[in-house]
């Protein structure tokens, strides 16, 4: 039998009774029982969840694009950018983790509490533009990818994906561990397709291992430099900052320094394992397109449609195909569970405005379908690749506005007490922060030079 948890604020004296916020997503808050006295493993099990479903934006359909793209035109190279990509997003969101737990409060709710209120409205702006961003990578994925399995027109399959709405509306009625299974079945899925691709694609080990291995032309070579700024943002996706800090209160551990502690450190194995698995997916789509089309001459492959059509035959494993494009499906409705989930957060911690989930994903859905249908419209698929693309692009740039407050929260002895972090990790994410910042202006410069 399990004992009574209590789920009130504040934790350890970091917030003030009268100032504590109300739960972030109510309806789901410390939903998930905890079990006492039971295996490490148990426990662990019980924790498990949020870390995949955060996972999800690291491998949605616009990473799919730069890494096409990546892997097409310079083979292995970006394979570092992946993997420093992977670093940066396992530190971030295990202090995303720490922030929820220890304070009670997502990202949003922490930076409405201490930020001026033209502050706060800007960076929900900046937000709400990045969640609208991520859509465009959804639409144009989950529209390809009808188009591919089953000959809709990408027009027509973009229009359909506003219905996806009524998908994440059904998972949450049916409760919030319901919905993490759901979204675990479909990684499975996309890890087993790409396993399949990289066995039929027998790549060079020793070129792997090259790739992972940092290059200068990265920053030397602005294509290369552009491209790898879009995995960057494609991977560190700024709203799963304000996700995470949110769906790790989902579970009902003990509201005390010593359950929070326990808390962190579950919450912290779950989301790192959850982003082994996208580093593996990621890597897996650069590497299954520098084997199969960089390696044999096709180094203009930055379109997903094309990869489509040129797997099957250069791979000669005529299910290759398919299983790109029911890949592709998955990681498209994956998603839109986690996109739905992190506007609803970000409106309510910034603005404390409260939609219906159908309405929400309907509103910022349809913001995103008119670009798409827009640019299919006028210069067809080759339109939607460039858009894809620079929807990543554009995430990466927003990225800062959501690295730096998270920096300046779990630095901050009096918002975090016993759970400020550490000197050498206060170094490693302000270095991640300056990083990022450093590669965007370069970005920028290049633009602004017509390099």
Not at 421 to 437: D, F, G, T
Request: charged share 10%; hydrophobic share 55%.
């Amino acid at each position: 039998m399990h004992k009574t948890i209590d789920t009130t604020f504040p934790p350890s004296g970091a917030i003030p009774e009268a100032t504590a916020p109300r739960p972030s997503l109510p309806e789901a808050h410390a939903s998930i029982a905890v079990p006492q006295g039971v295996s490490w493993l148990r426990r662990l099990f019980a924790f498990t969840g949020p870390g995949y479903l955060v996972s999800v934006g690291y491998m949605d359909p616009g990473n799919w694009a730069t890494d096409l793209a990546g892997g097409s035109q310079f083979g292995y190279t970006l394979l570092s950018v992946i993997l420093l990509s992977n670093i940066m997003a396992i530190v971030l969101q295990a202090l995303c983790a720490r922030l929820g737990i220890a304070t009670g409060r997502d990202l949003a709710q922490a930076c409405r509490a201490h930020f001026h209120p033209v502050v706060n409205f800007a960076l929900w702006l900046i937000c709400e533009l990045a969640i609208i961003a991520c859509d465009l990578a959804e639409v144009i994925g989950t529209a390809i990818a009808l188009q591919l399995l089953f000959g809709i027109p990408l027009v027509t399959g973009a229009i359909i994906t506003a219905l996806d709405a009524f998908l994440v509306l059904l998972l949450m009625n049916k409760g919030f561990r319901f919905l993490e299974a759901f979204v675990i079945a479909l990684l499975v899925i996309i890890a087993g397709c790409f396993a399949i691709q990289i066995a039929a694609a027998q790549p060079a080990f020793s070129a792997i291992l090259r790739g992972f291995m940092p290059s200068r032309d990265i920053v030397t070579n602005p294509e290369m430099l552009y491209i790898a700024i879009g995995i960057i943002g494609a991977t560190v996706m700024p709203h799963n900052l304000y996700l995470h800090s949110s769906i790790v209160q989902t579970r009902a551990y003990e509201r005390t320094e010593k359950g929070r502690r326990e808390a962190i450190g579950f919450a912290t194995w779950d989301s790192s394992i959850a982003l082994m698995l996208a580093l593996f997916v990621n890597a897996a789509i650069l590497i299954v397109a520098a084997a199969a089309f960089h390696s044999n001459g096709h180094t203009e492959v930055a379109e997903i449609g094309d990869a489509y059509h040129l797997l099957s035959p250069v791979l000669g494993l005529g299910i290759a195909s398919t299983l790109f494009a029911i890949a592709l499906l998955a990681s498209g409705l994956n998603s839109t569970v986690t996109a739905t989930l992190a506007g609803q957060i970000v409106m309510e911690g910034f603005l404390h405005i409260r939609l219906r989930q159908w309405l929400r994903r309907l509103i910022t859905r349809g913001i995103a379908i008119v670009p798409v249908v827009v640019v299919t419209m006028l210069y067809g698929e080759s339109g939607t690749a460039r858009l894809l693309v620079l929807s990543q692009v554009v995430l990466s740039i927003q990225l800062p506005f959501a690295v730096i407050p998270l920096a300046m929260f779990v630095s901050n002895r009096q918002m975090m007490g016993a759970f400020t972090i550490s000197r050498p990790l206060k170094i490693a994410v302000w270095s991640i922060a300056a990083v990022i910042v450093a590669l965007n202006l370069k970005l920028l410069y290049d633009v602004a030079m017509g390099l």
